[in-house]
């Protein structure tokens, strides 16, 4: 299976209940054997793609809208 991970933000150096989630999660997605990727934001981060504890993961622009 393969599964899209969607977040607001996952920023390591700002660790809180969404990177617990985020985390936890796809671990055990792993363990199942499946295929996982993380979308989120660059908040507080810059764009692009990295692979973090081994699933790639992509980095969009963001707008906090007021």
């Known amino acids: ?28 997605i792993l363990l199942r054997g499946h295929y996982t990727e993380l979308w989120t934001s660059s908040a507080l981060s810059q ?4 692979m973090l504890e081994g ?3 992509r980095r969009f622009d963001y707008l906090y809208p007021y």
């Open 1 to 28: 299976m393969r599964i899209l991970q969607i977040a607001r933000r996952y920023v390591r150096s700002d660790w809180g209940g969404t990177e617990n989630v985020v985390s936890n999660l796809t671990r055990e």
């Open 47 to 50: 764009p692009g793609s990295e």
């Open 55 to 57: 699933v790639p993961t």
